[in-house]
């Protein structure tokens, strides 16, 4: 089993959901809400540092998150402007990186299966992908072959799920990024991967890792998890 630093983004506004809550923090189940799930598992598995990115409803979700013991809370001051990857930086800020940092995304549903397919990555850089809904295209395209990312945000009939683990040569690739104004993952990824840096694809089903960005989510999460 990998050892990791951990870090869950939890700063966007989710203003899809319409709520004035984080929409990470509604409940989905007996067991709260999605940062709820994730922050038990990732506790559980005892990893070097666990550290929940806030933004907005950061009080609501500093606390949440608080209550889990090990839990570190760090603060994004503008992540409408500076993203994910703004938020990324400010979630490692402190680390001296030397192992792996797995990056989940506090909105989202990781199942078992997938929590078990984490066992079998090495320290290396890698990304979930999956296949999507056969009514739309890919949000962010990715090509695969014999899991090695070949291809990442131009082309591909898979698309870049909610997580990624960093190896720690490429965390170094994160604060450059976002000093050029870059915003997402595969912004920064994919300049790595174009250059031949080997990144690992973690192939999952739609029922393993699964957003919850909707009142509608809420609803299919609630039935997927009862």
């Known amino acids: 089993m990998t050892d990791w630093h951990v870090v869950v983004l939890a700063a966007g506004r989710g203003r899809r959901m319409g709520s004035s809550r984080h929409k990470a923090l509604l409940p989905i189940c007996e067991s709260g809400g999605t940062l709820d799930l994730i922050l038990a598992w990732v506790s559980q598995r005892q990893p070097l540092s666990l550290t929940v990115v806030t933004g907005f409803d950061a009080a609501g979700v500093a606390e949440r998150a608080r209550s889990y013991p090990g839990v570190q809370t760090r603060h994004n001051p503008d992540p409408d402007t500076s993203g994910m990857l703004g938020s990324l930086a400010v979630g490692i800020a402190d680390l001296a990186v030397t192992d792996p940092v797995l990056v989940l995304l506090a909105d989202a549903v990781y199942r078992e299966d997938f929590q078990r397919a984490l066992d079998d990555l090495g320290t290396g850089t890698a990304i979930a992908v999956r296949q999507p809904p056969a009514e739309r295209a890919p949000e962010v395209p990715v090509e695969v072959s014999g899991n090695v990312v070949r291809s ?17 040569r490429d965390v170094r690739a994160i604060a450059p990024a976002v000093a050029r104004g870059l915003t997402t993952q595969w912004q920064a990824l994919e300049p790595l991967v174009d ?21 509608a989510d809420i609803d299919d999460a609630r039935r997927r998890l009862t």
Not at 196 to 207: E, H, I, N
Request: aromatic share 6%; no cysteine.
């Open 195 to 215: 250059g031949g840096r080997r990144v690992d694809a973690v192939q999952v089903d739609s029922d393993s890792v699964f957003d919850v960005d909707t009142p």
């Open 152 to 168: 990442l945000g131009r082309e591909g009939d898979l698309e870049m799920a909610a997580a990624v683990q960093w190896g720690p």
